[in-house]
């Protein structure tokens, strides 16, 4: 689709208007944003598309993540919870190398600060491994970081969303939502093994294309949590 309005508003309700229509979700359902940020910065990104270019959802991220609040997440929040709260059983933080000596070091520079607040914060005991064979967590650890994160409405969750999935930390991303971590922190910690190894052994353009892209959804998610105060 190119661009076929004029003007791009928002409403009294915190409603995107293109030309007095408003802008709906693919569901159909008015794209009304929580907070006056988040719905500046939605219609700033219809009023950067240009007469007669095509829609790029690509340099829309906030627009998506508020379309997947409404339709995807608000249809069952707790559901979508669920979804991420599993990233807590094999979090990426609890499996640790056994070598070499420097990534040892690193992995635990990185990770111990969250994995250290998340056992204070939430009063859990939180298992970590060396390798990639699975280690169970205690029961009550699941559940207490599920609960944390099922306390979120459905914006946040969105956000959240690619933090977690793309990151593989449940721990990290509840660090960055509840300001224990930067985003800058957590993103270095997330991508910690693979910016060792493009050190080590140099860096593919296209797995650098990759981290690219995680690094823009990343980013989307990270944007979202500021404009709705989070």
Known sequence: MKRFWKHVAVDAERGIRLDERPLRTPGRVPLVLPTAALAEAVADEWRAVEDGQEIDPRAMPLTGLGNAAIDRVGADPALFAAGLAHYGESDLLCYRADSPEDLVARQAAAWDPLLDWARARYDVHIEVATGILHRAQPAVTLARLADAIAARDAFTLAALSPVVTIGGSLIAALALVERAATAEQVWDAVTLDEEYQAERWGR??????????????FGGGVRMLELLGD
């Open 204 to 217: 593919d353009p296209l797995a650098e294309a990759g981290i690219a892209a995680r690094r823009r959804d």
